[in-house]
């Protein structure tokens, strides 16, 4: 019932947003996005210092849609993000996985700085992931919505420009979905369960800053939920952070830090036993870090 509740207020103000924004001039709307390939190869022959072959590429891609008037505000983003990488005799391996579409509508509470507002998240990835334990052994993890996680807020958004919001909810819904029963366990679902539904408080930081210092954009993600029903001091964290370094208008260079902590994603250990076979232990969640750095081709489009 309070999911339903809370579908049906999002789903109101977002008609009351595309009612506003049919009503407007286009002029209202910025539409664009930019998109990068990094590509990094080395070859070896006879080289005495030693090394492997290894080919990688990583595709990213972030287009918004984006909607201003006198009493409403509409923010839209699509981040999405793939990479590939392959040592000498052995297989490829995913090194980049993401979906990412965020929504944000606000109407006007306070000079245009202030919005009653509500948000929808959806994170995901596209395809099977492993944790790789040897040359020829590895884990499977996670594929395409197993996991995923839907957010449905409801709070107030300050938004002062373009460049900052910060938004707070007290009233957010938390879904996890996995669909693959095998990994029910691995992401805080009772074996065999494919849905999970909780229900607490978020947070959402952004900062997007074009040209910080000349040729250098910087950007700043950051999502906090609480479960408000069971133990709300664990707060899940998602941050995302880095810089695009835009050589020219076609190469660039990208290097980003994701940082997640989810209570209810626990840690794989896999431990030798006394008779020489190994076993998989899931032990506390852990804070997990990834980093990407690449060079290569960027393209823009729109504004």
């Known amino acids: 019932m309070k ?27 910025k539409v664009g996005g930019n998109g990068s390939f990094t590509f990094n190869q080395i070859s070896l022959k006879n080289w005495a210092a030693g090394g492997k072959n290894s080919l990688s590429g990583t595709f990213l891609s972030k287009t918004t849609a984006n909607y201003k008037s006198e009493k409403a505000t509409w923010d839209n983003v699509l981040d999405l993000g793939y990479g590939m990488m392959k040592y000498d005799g052995e297989d490829y391996q995913k090194s980049e996985d993401k979906i990412l579409l965020s929504s944000v509508y606000g109407y006007d509470a306070a000079k245009q700085k202030l919005f009653y507002s509500a948000s929808f998240d959806f994170k995901s990835q596209f395809a099977k992931g492993y944790k790789y334990l040897g040359k020829d052994e590895r884990e499977y993890v996670s594929k395409g919505f197993a996991p995923a996680y839907i957010n449905l807020s409801l709070g107030m958004l300050y938004k002062p420009n373009d460049c900052f919001s910060f938004f707070l909810s007290p009233v957010t819904g938390h879904i996890t979905v996995v669909s693959d029963t095998l990994l029910s366990k691995s992401y805080g679902l009772e074996q065999g369960d494919k849905v999970r539904m909780e229900y607490g408080a978020s947070a959402k930081l952004n900062i997007n800053k074009k040209n910080l210092v000349k040729n250098v954009d910087y950007f700043l993600r950051a999502d906090f939920f609480s479960n408000l029903t069971d133990h709300p001091e664990h707060i899940d964290v998602d941050m995302e952070t880095g810089f695009n370094l835009n050589v020219n208008d076609w190469l660039t260079a990208v290097l980003k830090f994701n940082i997640l902590f989810d209570d209810d994603i626990k840690y794989k250990q896999t431990v030798e036993l006394a008779d020489g076979t190994k076993e998989t232990r899931l032990r506390g969640a852990r804070v997990q870090v990834k980093e990407l750095f690449g060079f290569g081709l960027q393209f823009k489009w729109g504004k």
């Open 3 to 29: 999911i339903k509740l809370m579908l049906s207020a999002l789903l109101m103000l977002v008609v009351m947003g595309g009612a506003n924004a049919q009503q407007d001039s286009i002029s209202h709307w």
